[in-house]
């Protein structure tokens, strides 16, 4: 399998997602990513890291085909990315709870564990 192969079936098969979605986090147009999906123009050195940091791709894989296709990463960067993410949104419903709990004090937070215990239990 060629990068631009690699390149289709990341999109297609494992994100689900449109050539346009594909390429507008990289800056690229739909035209662009079919191009590229096509092997009618090469794989720049820019869209390899871009597709990389923009959908946790392993890099490796990416370019030859071997290891793991996406880069594992730790519960702190994936509550890093989504806080990140939260920074820039507007008036969201996420954005919203999470500002509610940053005002939480440490009793409150006891009775939220309490409460989450009581609904997991609930549960099984």
């Known amino acids: 399998m060629t990068i631009s192969e690699r390149i289709r079936f990341l999109r297609k ?3 689900g ?3 346009e979605a594909l390429g507008e986090p990289l800056g ?3 035209a662009n990513i079919a191009n590229i999906e096509a092997g009618r ?3 720049t050195e820019r869209v390899i890291i871009s597709v990389c940091e923009k959908f ?5 894989w990416l370019r030859t085909g071997t290891g793991e296709m996406f880069v594992q990463r730790t519960r702190n960067q994936i509550i890093t990315d989504f806080l990140g993410d ?8 996420k954005k919203r709870l999470i500002e509610a709990l940053a005002e939480l ?6 009775g939220l564990e309490r ?3 009581k609904l997991i239990n609930k549960m099984d």
């Open 41 to 43: 123009v090469a794989v």
């Open 115 to 117: 409460l989450a215990k």
């Open 13 to 15: 098969e494992k994100l």
């Open 86 to 93: 939260l920074i820039i949104e507007e008036a969201s419903f």
């Open 105 to 110: 004090d440490e009793r409150d937070w006891e």
């Open 28 to 30: 690229l147009t739909r």
């Open 17 to 19: 997602i449109t050539q």
């Open 56 to 60: 946790n791709v392993n890099e490796d």
